[in-house]
């Protein structure tokens, strides 16, 4: 499989993931929050599979995105891009670099609906379930792809 599908696959996993009822047993709470961690870390994935795609005509030896990403990492146009996105906080790749932050901490990045509540308090529903704002990174991801990949197609 070539890196471009590679990619592609991922996505379409994590999306399918976001996309699957979690039911209405017991357990269902459970494994929406097991979705949405699943279909992050396909997100992961994806990204590494993307950095490793735009980048073949570079011939990096490794492709994590700690390391390409990183300001000081080697200086390739499509990374550049891509570290000036990361480093805008409002941005769909800031977004996901700090949800995969906390995916690999102990505590992990999927709540309880109403958890962030102070015991005693009503939950407003203002902020936006992971789920939703992960197919919303995703969706913005897919737009950068295509330009990504048009530039490195270039070369």
Not at 116 to 145: M, Y
């Amino acid at each position: 499989m070539t890196p471009r599908a590679r990619t592609n696959q991922l996505l379409y996993q994590a999306e399918l993931l976001l996309d699957t009822p979690p039911g209405s047993d017991e357990h269902a709470e459970a494994r929406r929050m097991a979705a949405e961690e699943g279909a992050l870390a396909l997100a992961e994935l994806a990204l590494e599979s993307l950095l490793q795609e735009v980048t073949e005509h570079a011939r990096l030896p490794r492709h994590d995105w700690r390391e390409l990403l990183d300001p000081r990492g080697e200086p390739v146009a499509e990374l550049h891009r891509l570290r000036e996105l990361a480093a805008r906080p409002e941005s769909w790749l800031a977004w996901l670099l700090g949800r995969i932050e906390a995916l690999h901490e102990s505590g992990g990045v999927a709540r309880r609906r109403g958890a962030t509540a102070a015991p005693g308090l009503i939950a407003v529903g203002s902020a936006a379930a992971l789920g939703d704002e992960l197919r919303a990174c995703l969706k913005e991801a897919k737009r950068e792809v295509a330009a990504l990949r048009e530039t490195s197609q270039e070369w």
